[in-house]
């Protein structure tokens, strides 16, 4: 077969059809920060097919903690924000002052780079939502969803730079997930969703609006694969798979039929524990499901996978990044081989990672990593 592009060979993987090699597109984005270096840049020096995402969609409070993205586009919000440093971190006082009332919260900044790690998340000392009253109030502090507009250059310049070299997927602003959760806070959304369920619902009602809003505005620009992620509802974190099918497996299905009504494709994102539910979220319809996580981290056996759910989406992961980081170039290969043997029979299958490939990598498990992925991905081709 002739050597294919690596836009043709992730089209191909996607839709079940004829490839030259299984495609390794592996997540990288912690690397490509610790080594200073884009992922454009790790895919040519490492020779994988670059499947890009997370670009476009909307800041939030949410995401950007000092407000200094998303405060234009507030108009009719004054935010104030006291900011005190200690050590590596920053803690932000902050107080929206909305059309519907104050929202106020505390929030812990880590440095990046530190201590922290690379890409450290933010913790909330006090969450800024925390009555029936705040959750209406929060949509004001959420950018209308026509500012996403002002992204697609950026993406479609983001897709020239690409060009043959991968695919990008458009992700329509912070997930619903991380809003809801993030503004409650772990615990409590947990506990409200046993003592209010009502309360929870209203806020992921509104958030999911302003969502679906963003992303049909995507779809309506052209944009043909969307991201969507809901990790802040995985059961790694804690929530039980009967709510899963009851409050989040219903959006996701909304989701992807919006993005099948412009035939386009939904890129599903979960890294932690998914065997209870994997078959529900596969029944959506969902086209591309990430990260394929085994023990300890996850909880999917590849050959109950594969058997169970093989060839009804795309599978996109499956190495196990701390093996990647800790093992040595050998035990890497050997992941790599079992993972491919595994998994690429399904007829849908990418080749990827659990998460991002970390901070501390070793060069040579790297290459390991590369050489495995094209040696055998050549054979696991030829098989099908």
């Known amino acids: 077969m002739k050597t294919m592009t690596s836009r043709e060979r992730l089209l191909a993987a996607i839709d079940g059809r004829e490839v030259d090699r299984i495609p390794v597109s592996p997540r990288i984005w912690r690397y490509g920060l610790w080594k200073k270096s884009s992922k454009i840049a790790l895919a040519r020096e490492f020779d994988f097919d670059l499947f890009e995402f997370g670009v476009g969609g909307l800041s939030t409070p949410l995401n950007d903690p000092l407000c200094q993205i998303v405060k234009p586009m507030l108009p009719d919000v004054r935010i104030e924000i006291r900011t005190d440093r200690t050590d590596q971190k ?33 913790l909330w000392l006090e969450p800024l939502v925390k009555t029936a009253e705040d959750v209406e109030r929060l949509p004001y502090i959420l950018p209308a969803p026509e500012y996403v507009k002002d992204n697609f250059d ?18 329509s602003g912070t997930g619903v997930d991380q809003i809801a959760v993030d503004a409650l806070g772990v615990a409590q959304a947990m506990m409200v969703s ?11 009602d509104l958030v999911d609006d302003w969502y679906t809003n963003i992303m049909k505005l995507a779809l309506e620009e052209g944009h043909k694969i969307i991201f969507d992620a809901w990790f802040n509802f995985s059961l790694s974190t804690g929530w039980s798979p009967d709510f899963y ?6 959006r996701i299905k909304s989701h992807t039929d919006l993005v099948h009504s412009y035939h386009g494709k939904m890129f599903f994102y979960d890294d932690g524990k998914v065997s209870q539910n994997i078959g529900d979220i596969i ?31 795309c599978f ?4 196990d990044t701390v093996q990647l ?23 849908k299958f990418i080749l990827g990672t659990t998460d991002s490939i970390t901070e501390g990598t070793p060069l040579e498990n790297m290459h390991a990593f590369f050489n495995a992925a094209r040696k055998y991905g050549k054979i696991a081709a030829r098989k099908l």
């Open 245 to 250: 099918r009851e409050e989040i497996i219903p």
């Open 283 to 313: 029944d959506t319809g969902v086209d591309i499901i990430q990260t394929l996580t085994p023990p300890p981290a996850g909880d999917l056996d590849f050959r109950w996978l594969a058997e169970n759910h093989g060839g009804r989406t």
């Open 90 to 122: 920053v803690t932000a006082d902050r107080t929206f002052h909305t059309p519907g009332g104050v929202l106020h919260d505390v929030i812990v900044i880590p440095d990046a780079g530190g201590e922290y790690g690379i890409g450290p998340n933010p």
């Open 316 to 319: 996109n992961g499956g190495v």
């Open 154 to 171: 950026s993406t479609r310049e983001l897709e020239k730079q690409i060009g043959d070299n991968g695919l990008v997927a458009f992700r």
């Open 194 to 204: 046993v003592e209010a369920p009502q309360m929870l619902k209203r806020l992921l």
């Open 325 to 347: 980081r800790f093992g040595t170039p050998e035990e890497v290969d050997s992941d790599v081989r079992e993972v491919m043997e595994t998994l690429t029979p399904t007829g």
